[in-house]
């Protein structure tokens, strides 16, 4: 059964807190777009069409934080390479996100939801994890507050359906709340080996990849108990 929180409640809560965000933090906005004009150049705002509410899609505006390099056939360069050293600034410190205060009071986002991912991921969903789009997108959620990039994506979605299940006005303030705290701590920004995320490939692929890292470990603890028996035995 839906909550007044559920109805109407959270949309309102949505509209009130980012109007007053984006009164409060105007001059904010005003200086990161500076910042990154004089040092990224144009355009300053990065639009990227997401998957919403029931999957349906929209624009998502963000601050620039990469430049479009490429090699020399033309593809763009990894995220690691094109991903300046203030962007990485911005997006440590979640300044890069800030524009998202427009989707917020658009009705694209909310404040708190399952973060809005690529649109090319929507066929990769197993029926469970799909879930996630019962809700608007947010700027902050459950799985922000609880490893960010560091989680694997089947974690990610897990605490995703978990949020879409246990919505509610004060697990929203707790969760932005501890974002502050995460956003403060600047912890984790990005996963092992990534500028950010790795692509999510789907479940197999996923399972794949954890099957390779469990061996991968196996193997040097097995070189490691050889190492450590050889020495004894010299």
């Known amino acids: 059964m839906k909550t007044a929180y559920r109805r109407w409640g959270?949309?309102?809560?949505?509209?009130?807190?980012?109007?007053?965000?984006?009164?409060?933090?105007s001059p904010v906005l005003a200086c990161v777009a500076v910042l990154v004009r004089v040092l990224?150049?144009?355009?300053?705002?990065?639009?990227?069409k997401r998957p919403g509410l029931h999957e349906r899609p929209f624009t998502l505006l963000k601050f620039r934080t990469m430049i479009a390099a490429t090699d020399k056939a033309g593809r763009s360069l990894p995220d690691d390479a094109r991903l300046t050293r203030v962007g990485r600034f911005l997006r440590s410190t979640s300044l890069d996100e800030?524009?998202?205060?427009?989707?917020?009071?658009r009705g694209d986002m909310s404040l708190v939801g399952p973060r809005p991912l690529l649109m090319q991921y929507l066929g990769r969903y197993t029926p469970h994890q799909a879930r996630r789009h019962e809700v608007r997108p947010?700027?902050?959620?459950?799985?922000q507050v609880d490893g960010r990039n560091e989680l694997s994506w089947s974690e990610?979605?897990?605490l995703d359906v978990a949020y879409v299940d246990r919505l509610g006005f004060a697990l929203d303030c707790t969760i932005l709340l501890r974002t502050v705290m995460?956003?403060?701590?600047?912890?984790?920004i990005s996963a092992e080996g990534c500028a950010t995320m790795s692509e999510f490939m789907g479940e197999a692929a996923e399972a794949?990849?954890?099957?390779?890292a469990a061996a991968?470990?196996?193997?040097s603890a097995a070189r490691a108990g050889h190492a450590r028996a050889q020495e004894d035995i010299r």
């Open 10 to 25: 959270k949309r309102a809560f949505d509209i009130a807190a980012s109007a007053i965000a984006l009164v409060v933090l």
């Open 40 to 48: 990224l150049g144009s355009p300053v705002l990065f639009r990227q």
């Open 98 to 105: 800030l524009p998202e205060l427009m989707n917020v009071i």
């Open 138 to 143: 947010g700027l902050t959620g459950l799985a």
């Open 156 to 158: 990610r979605f897990r």
């Open 182 to 188: 995460m956003v403060v701590t600047r912890r984790g």
């Open 208 to 212: 794949g990849s954890r099957d390779h």
């Open 216 to 219: 991968r470990n196996a193997g």
